[in-house]
C-alpha cells in the first residue's frame, strides 16, 4: 500500500452526539485516555470546577459553561488514527453541530440509560438519517437507575426508524449493576470496581454457561434473568449485518458507565472494527476516492477570534482525499484563485499544533484572511473539483439590530458581515435600508447573545436590538420578483419583505397562516423554503 493508503485506510473521523448531560464529554475523555492523549481524567471538561473543555475557545463558553463551538480532536489508538468531532450539545447551537455532522463518516450516540431519546437526540439524529452514516449508539450511566433495556432499544427503533443490534446486555443498573453479557463472545464481563479516573476497570470474563461461576459473580438470581433476557434478546432482535451498519439501517448499540470507564475500551475496539475508513465525497456529480493522490477538502466551518491575542479566524476543512502538505500550492475553487493554506493546524488533544502533512478523513483548521465561507472546496490545482455546498438551516428567531454609533459604522458592518461569513447568524437587510440596520436571523435565540458579546468584544460596537416576533421565512421565487413586484403583493401587515446579501427577495411570516394568505391573496406567487447552500 502507497503511503497516502495505508495512512488514509487507519483513520476513522467520527462526530459524537448527545443530548446535554448525557456523558458525551466523560465518554471523549475515556477515548483520549485510552489513546494515551491526555494523562489525567476532567481534563476535557470540568464543568462544575473551573476546568474547561479545550473546545472553550470562547469566553461566552466559560461564563455558561457551555460549549458553544465544535472543536475537533485527534488522537492514535491501537494503530488507528481517530478524529473525533466533538458537537456542542445545546439546542441553540444546532446548525454548528449540523455541519460538524456533514464532515464526519460516522456518529457516536450517546444516551441516558435513565431518560433514552431526548430532544437533541432527536434532532441530531435526523441529520445523520439524512446523511445515512452509521450510528453507533452508547447507552450510558448504567451505573444509576435506568430504563428497561428492551424498552430503550424499542424506543430507538420506534423513533428513529432503524433497526438495532445490541452488541452487548446490561446485567441489572444502579446499586445492582453487575456488568454486561458480551453476544458475540458469550461471556459477561463483570463489573467489579467503581473508577472514575485514569484507572481502567478491568472486568472479570465469565463463560455464561459457567453457572458456578457466574452465580459466583452476579449471584443467581441475576444470572437467570440475564439467561432469560438473552434468550428473548436472540429471538427478537435482527441479527447483525454489517452492510446495514455501514449504511445507517443498523444502529450497533452497547451499554456502559462512561463516568467508570466501564464498556468504553470494548466499545472502541468493536466501533474500530465496524466503522469504515474515510467516505468517498462527490463533487458535481463525480464520486471522488479519498485514496486519489490529488489533495481536496471542504470548509465546513469558521471561526473567528480563538485566540484573542491573535484575533485570528479558522477555516476548519475536512480532508477528502490525499494528502495535506503544508507550503504546497493548492486551488481556492469557490475564490477561483491559487492560494497556500497557512498555519495549518490540528487540535491534538490538549494543544493547538502546526503539521506539515494531513490525509483525507483529517480534520485540519487554517488561517483565514477572510476569503472562505462555509462549503468552499480546497484542491490541487492540476485536478480542479467542487464540493456541494452544506446547506443552511432556515433561520427561526429574528430581530432588527441597529448601530448606535454612527462612527462605528465600520466596525458595525465588518462585524456583522463576518459573522454571518461565519455562518452563525443570517443578516437580512429592509428595501431601502443600509448596512446601518440589518434584520438578524438566527436558528437558536443563544445565538443573539452570541452575536452581542462579540459585537462588543471583538469589534468595539454596541448596537440596538428589536426581537421580532416572526418565526417563518420563504425565498419569492417567480423570476420577475423586482422590487415593484414585491411592493404590489398583498401581504398581512405583520409579514415583512427583506433581502439577503446576494439581493434575493424573502418574506418573513410570523405565523404559518400568513404563509398560506400570501398565497391566497397573490395568485402565481412562488414561495420556497429556505435552504440555500451557503
Ligand atoms: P455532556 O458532555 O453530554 O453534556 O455530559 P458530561 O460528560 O459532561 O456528563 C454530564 C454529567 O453526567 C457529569 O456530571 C458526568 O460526570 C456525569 N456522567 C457521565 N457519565 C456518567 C456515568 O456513566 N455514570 C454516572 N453516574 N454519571 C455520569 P456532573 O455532576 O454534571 O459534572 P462533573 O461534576 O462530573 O464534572
Not at 493508503?5 to 483520549?32: Q, V, W, Y
Not at 428492551?150 to 441489572?172: Q, R
Request: net charge negative; glycine share 8%.
Amino acid at each position: 500500500m502507497s503511503d497516502i493508503s495505508s495512512e488514509i485506510h487507519r483513520r476513522r473521523t467520527f462526530a459524537i452526539i448527545s443530548h446535554p448531560d448525557a456523558g458525551k464529554t466523560t465518554l471523549t475523555e475515556k477515548f483520549l485516555l485510552y489513546g494515551g492523549a491526555i494523562q489525567s481524567a476532567g481534563a476535557v471538561k470540568g464543568k462544575s470546577s473551573d476546568r474547561h473543555a479545550t473546545s472553550d475557545w470562547m469566553e461566552i463558553e466559560k461564563k455558561r459553561g457551555i460549549s458553544v463551538t465544535s472543536s475537533v480532536l485527534q488522537f492514535e489508538y491501537e494503530g488507528y488514527c481517530i478524529n473525533i468531532l466533538d458537537t456542542p450539545g445545546h439546542q441553540d447551537f444546532s446548525e454548528d453541530t449540523y455541519r460538524t455532522l456533514m464532515a464526519a463518516d460516522s456518529a457516536v450516540m450517546v444516551i441516558d440509560a435513565a431518560k433514552g431519546i431526548e430532544p437533541q437526540t432527536r434532532k441530531l439524529f435526523k441529520v445523520c438519517a439524512m446523511r445515512n452514516i452509521p450510528i453507533f449508539t452508547f447507552i450510558n450511566k448504567l451505573d444509576r437507575d435506568a430504563r428497561d433495556p428492551f424498552d430503550l432499544i424499542d424506543e430507538l427503533e420506534k423513533e428513529f426508524g432503524i433497526g438495532t443490534y445490541p452488541v452487548n446486555w446490561p446485567i441489572g443498573c444502579g446499586v445492582d449493576f453487575k456488568g454486561v453479557y458480551e453476544r458475540d463472545k458469550k461471556s459477561i464481563l463483570a463489573f467489579r470496581e467503581f473508577h472514575s479516573g485514569r484507572k481502567r476497570v478491568s472486568g472479570v470474563e465469565c463463560d455464561i454457561n459457567n453457572v458456578e461461576q457466574m452465580d459466583a459473580l452476579i449471584g443467581p438470581y441475576a444470572r437467570e434473568a440475564l439467561v432469560e433476557q438473552i434468550d428473548l434478546l436472540d429471538g427478537a432482535c435482527f441479527d447483525f449485518d454489517l452492510e446495514k451498519v455501514r449504511t445507517g439501517k443498523l444502529s450497533p448499540v452497547f451499554f456502559g458507565s462512561a463516568l467508570n470507564n466501564f464498556g468504553v475500551e470494548a466499545f472502541l475496539e468493536r466501533f474500530l472494527q465496524m466503522s469504515s475508513e474515510p467516505l468517498a465525497h462527490e463533487s458535481e456529480g463525480e464520486v471522488v476516492d479519498p485514496k486519489d493522490e490529488n489533495f481536496s477538502a471542504f470548509v465546513f466551518k469558521i471561526q473567528a477570534n480563538m485566540n484573542k491575542a491573535h484575533r485570528d479566524r479558522i477555516a476548519f476543512m475536512r480532508i477528502c482525499s490525499g494528502k495535506f502538505e503544508r507550503g504546497e500550492e493548492y486551488w481556492h475553487t469557490q475564490g477561483a484563485k491559487a492560494i497556500k493554506l497557512s498555519q495549518p493546524q490540528q487540535m491534538m488533544a490538549q494543544e493547538r499544533e502546526i503539521i506539515d502533512t494531513a490525509y483525507a478523513g483529517d480534520i485540519i483548521g487554517v488561517f483565514d484572511p477572510g476569503i472562505f465561507s462555509i462549503g468552499d472546496t480546497v484542491c490541487t490545482k492540476s485536478k480542479k473539483i467542487k464540493y456541494a455546498g452544506i446547506p443552511t438551516f432556515a433561520p427561526e428567531h429574528f430581530a432588527v439590530v441597529e448601530q448606535i454609533d454612527s462612527m462605528k459604522r465600520k466596525q458595525f458592518a465588518k462585524g456583522m458581515t463576518q459573522i454571518a461569513q461565519e455562518g452563525a447568524i443570517q443578516i437580512f437587510f429592509e428595501p431601502g435600508s443600509g448596512m446601518e440596520r440589518v434584520v438578524v436571523g438566527v436558528v437558536g435565540v443563544l445565538q443573539f447573545d452570541v452575536l452581542q458579546f462579540r459585537m462588543d468584544s471583538e469589534y468595539g460596537v454596541k448596537y440596538h436590538k428589536q426581537d421580532l416576533p416572526h418565526q417563518y421565512i420563504r425565498y419569492v421565487d417567480n423570476e420577475d420578483a423586482d422590487d415593484a413586484y414585491m411592493s404590489s403583493l398583498r401581504l398581512m401587515q405583520s409579514t415583512r419583505w427583506v433581502k439577503d446579501v446576494k439581493g434575493r427577495n424573502l418574506l418573513i411570516f410570523v405565523g404559518d397562516y400568513e404563509i398560506t394568505w400570501a398565497l391566497d391573496k397573490n395568485p402565481g406567487l412562488k414561495l420556497s423554503e429556505f435552504n440555500q447552500n451557503c
